[in-house]
C-alpha cells in the first residue's frame, strides 16, 4: 500500500514538473500596435519594390551618363545617278577623266556634343524625379496598411477584454452556485434551482469558445502581416490615448509635391530643345568617288571640324507643351483639393464619433457602478433565500451587459482616435 502511494504522489510530481517545464518553454510575446506597424511595412511583398527601383535608376543613369561620351556612327552607301559631273571642254594633250554613274561610300564618324551635356543633364534630374514618385506611390500603398492593421489589432484587443470579463461572469456565477448551495443545504431552496445557474455557466463557456475562435481567426491575419506568430501567448498592448493633432501629414501630399517637381524638369527640357546643337565631329571612309571628284578610284578620305543643327520646327510645339504641363500641374492642384477636403471630412466624422463614444462611457460606468451593487446585494439574498436564481441570473447578465458595453465603447474610442491619427497622418 505504501509503495502503491509514493508511486502516485511520484507521477503526481512528474507531472508537475512536466506542466511547469511546457509552461516556460512557452514564451510571452509582446506586441504594441507601432511595432506590427513597422513589421507590417517591412514584411509587406511590396516593399521589394524598392530594390528594383533602385536597380532601374542606376541603369537608366547610366544609360542617360552615355550622353556625354563620343557618338560613333557607321554607315554606307551604294547608288547610281542618271548624270554625273563633267567638264564641257576638251584640251590637247589632256585626259579628263570621267566619273562614274555608279558610286560608293563606306565611311565612319565620331563625334562629341558639346550643348546636348545640358540635354543629359535634365533627363537625369528627370529620372532621379520619376524615381522618387514611384518610391512615394509606394510609401502610400505600405501607409494603408495601417488601417488593416488597426482593425486586427483592435480586434484581438475587444476580444481579450471580453474574454476577461466573461470570465468575470463564470466567477460570478459560481459565486452564486455557492450561495445557492447553503441556501440548499439550509432547506430554503430547492436541490433543482442549482441547475439553472449551471446552465448559464455552460452557456458562458461556451461564450468562450466562440470568443477564442474568432480571436484565433484576427490573430491568424495579423500573423501574416507582421510575420510573426500570433497566438493565444502573444498579448497585445493596450495602446495609451494619442493626443489628435488635425495637421494632415499624409504621404499622399508628399507624392503629389513629388510628381510636382517632375513638371519643373519637363519644362527645362522643353526649353532645351529649343537650343541649337554644336558638336565637334571626324569622318573617315573609303568610296568612289572620294573627296577629289575628279579621281575616278576608290581612295580613302577624312574630313573633321564643327557641326550646327538646329531643330527649329521645336518652335511649332513649344508653346501647346508648356500648355499641356500648365494643365497637369492643375490637375494635381485639383487632386490635392479633393484629397484634403474628403481627409478634413473624414477627421470630422472620426472627432464627432471620439466625443460621442467619450459621453457614452461616462454613462457605461455609471450604469456599471449600479448594477454591480444591485447583484452584490442579490448574492446575499440568494444566501438567504429572499431571492431566486433566475432573479439572480437577471442581475448578473444585466451586469455583464453593462460592462461588455463599457468594453466595447472603450476599444472603440481607441480605435477611432488611432483611426484618426492614421487618417491625419500624424
Given at each position: 500500500?505504501?509503495?502503491?502511494?509514493?508511486?502516485?504522489?511520484?507521477?503526481?510530481?512528474?507531472?508537475?514538473?512536466?506542466?511547469?517545464?511546457?509552461?516556460?518553454?512557452?514564451?510571452?510575446?509582446?506586441?504594441?500596435?507601432?511595432?506590427?506597424?513597422?513589421?507590417?511595412?517591412?514584411?509587406?511583398?511590396?516593399?521589394?519594390?524598392?530594390?528594383?527601383?533602385?536597380?532601374?535608376?542606376?541603369?537608366?543613369?547610366?544609360?542617360?551618363?552615355?550622353?556625354?561620351?563620343?557618338?560613333?556612327?557607321?554607315?554606307?552607301?551604294?547608288?547610281?545617278?542618271?548624270?554625273?559631273?563633267?567638264?564641257?571642254?576638251s584640251l590637247p594633250n589632256i585626259d579628263i577623266p570621267l566619273?562614274?554613274?555608279?558610286?560608293?561610300?563606306?565611311?565612319?564618324?565620331?563625334?562629341?556634343?558639346?550643348?546636348?551635356?545640358?540635354?543629359?543633364?535634365?533627363?537625369?534630374?528627370?529620372?532621379?524625379?520619376?524615381?522618387?514618385?514611384?518610391?512615394?506611390?509606394?510609401?502610400?500603398?505600405?501607409?494603408?496598411?495601417?488601417?488593416?492593421?488597426?482593425?486586427?489589432?483592435?480586434?484581438?484587443?475587444?476580444?481579450?477584454?471580453?474574454?476577461?470579463?466573461?470570465?468575470?461572469?463564470?466567477?460570478?456565477?459560481?459565486?452564486?452556485?455557492?450561495?445557492?448551495?447553503?441556501?440548499?443545504?439550509?432547506?430554503?431552496?430547492?436541490?433543482?434551482?442549482?441547475?439553472?445557474?449551471?446552465?448559464?455557466?455552460?452557456?458562458?463557456?461556451?461564450?468562450?469558445?466562440?470568443?477564442?475562435?474568432?480571436?484565433?481567426?484576427?490573430?491568424?491575419?495579423?500573423?501574416?502581416?507582421?510575420?510573426?506568430?500570433?497566438?493565444?501567448?502573444?498579448?497585445?498592448?493596450?495602446?495609451?490615448?494619442?493626443?489628435?493633432?488635425?495637421?494632415?501629414?499624409?504621404?499622399?501630399?508628399?507624392?503629389?509635391?513629388?510628381?510636382?517637381?517632375?513638371?519643373?524638369?519637363?519644362?527645362?527640357?522643353?526649353d532645351t530643345k529649343m537650343l541649337p546643337r554644336f558638336n565637334?565631329?571626324?569622318?573617315?571612309?573609303?568610296?568612289?568617288?572620294?573627296?577629289?571628284?575628279?579621281?575616278?578610284?576608290?581612295?580613302?578620305?577624312y574630313i573633321g571640324g564643327v557641326r550646327l543643327t538646329w531643330?527649329?520646327?521645336?518652335?511649332?510645339?513649344?508653346?501647346?507643351?508648356?500648355?499641356?504641363?500648365?494643365?497637369?500641374?492643375?490637375?494635381?492642384?485639383?487632386?490635392?483639393?479633393?484629397?484634403?477636403?474628403?481627409?478634413?471630412?473624414?477627421?470630422?466624422?472620426?472627432?464627432?464619433?471620439?466625443?460621442?463614444?467619450?459621453?457614452?462611457?461616462?454613462?457605461?460606468?455609471?450604469?456599471?457602478?449600479?448594477?454591480?451593487?444591485?447583484?452584490?446585494?442579490?448574492?446575499?439574498?440568494?444566501?438567504?433565500?429572499?431571492?431566486?436564481?433566475?432573479?439572480?441570473?437577471?442581475?448578473?447578465?444585466?451586469?455583464?451587459?453593462?460592462?461588455?458595453?463599457?468594453?466595447?465603447?472603450?476599444?472603440?474610442?481607441?480605435?477611432?482616435?488611432?483611426?484618426?491619427?492614421?487618417?491625419?497622418?500624424?
Open positions: 500500500m505504501i509503495r502503491t502511494i509514493f508511486r502516485r504522489m511520484l507521477a503526481v510530481i512528474s507531472c508537475w514538473f512536466i506542466t511547469i517545464s511546457y509552461t516556460c518553454a512557452q514564451p510571452t510575446v509582446s506586441l504594441t500596435i507601432d511595432a506590427c506597424y513597422q513589421l507590417a511595412e517591412r514584411n509587406y511583398p511590396l516593399v521589394k519594390q524598392y530594390a528594383l527601383l533602385d536597380k532601374t535608376k542606376e541603369y537608366s543613369l547610366t544609360n542617360a551618363s552615355k550622353g556625354y561620351l563620343p557618338q560613333i556612327n557607321v554607315g554606307g552607301q551604294a547608288s547610281y545617278q542618271s548624270d554625273v559631273t563633267q567638264i564641257p571642254i566619273i562614274s554613274k555608279d558610286q560608293y561610300k563606306l565611311y565612319g564618324e565620331v563625334s562629341q556634343p558639346l550643348t546636348d551635356l545640358f540635354t543629359v543633364r535634365h533627363q537625369k534630374d528627370l529620372i532621379e524625379a520619376n524615381n522618387a514618385v514611384e518610391e512615394q506611390k509606394i510609401e502610400v500603398e505600405l501607409y494603408k496598411l495601417r488601417e488593416r492593421i488597426n482593425q486586427f489589432y483592435f480586434g484581438i484587443l475587444l476580444i481579450d477584454a471580453q474574454i476577461a470579463q466573461t470570465e468575470i461572469l463564470k466567477r460570478d456565477i459560481r459565486s452564486g452556485i455557492d450561495k445557492n448551495d447553503v441556501a440548499i443545504a439550509n432547506g430554503i431552496a430547492l436541490k433543482t434551482s442549482s441547475n439553472v445557474l449551471q446552465a448559464e455557466l455552460l452557456k458562458a463557456n461556451q461564450r468562450t469558445i466562440e470568443l477564442k475562435a474568432t480571436r484565433k481567426g484576427y490573430a491568424d491575419m495579423l500573423s501574416l502581416f507582421v510575420n510573426l506568430p500570433v497566438d493565444e501567448n502573444t498579448i497585445l498592448e493596450k495602446p495609451y490615448t494619442v493626443s489628435l493633432a488635425t495637421e494632415i501629414k499624409r504621404p499622399e501630399l508628399k507624392l503629389l509635391e513629388t510628381q510636382k517637381k517632375t513638371f519643373d524638369v519637363h519644362h527645362k527640357l522643353i565637334l565631329f571626324f569622318q573617315g571612309g573609303y568610296g568612289r568617288p572620294a573627296l577629289n571628284m575628279l579621281n575616278n578610284n576608290f581612295d580613302l578620305y531643330n527649329i520646327s521645336s518652335f511649332y510645339t513649344q508653346k501647346q507643351e508648356k500648355q499641356l504641363l500648365h494643365l497637369n500641374q492643375n490637375a494635381l492642384e485639383v487632386q490635392k483639393e479633393t484629397f484634403l477636403f474628403n481627409t478634413n471630412l473624414a477627421l470630422k466624422q472620426q472627432n464627432s464619433e471620439i466625443s460621442k463614444l467619450e459621453e457614452l462611457i461616462q454613462t457605461d460606468q455609471e450604469i456599471v457602478r449600479l448594477r454591480k451593487n444591485v447583484k452584490l446585494s442579490a448574492q446575499n439574498q440568494l444566501a438567504y433565500g429572499t431571492a431566486t436564481t433566475n432573479d439572480y441570473l437577471t442581475y448578473i447578465n444585466a451586469e455583464d451587459q453593462a460592462k461588455q458595453n463599457l468594453i466595447v465603447h472603450e476599444i472603440q474610442l481607441l480605435m477611432v482616435q488611432y483611426n484618426f491619427k492614421t487618417t491625419s497622418g500624424n
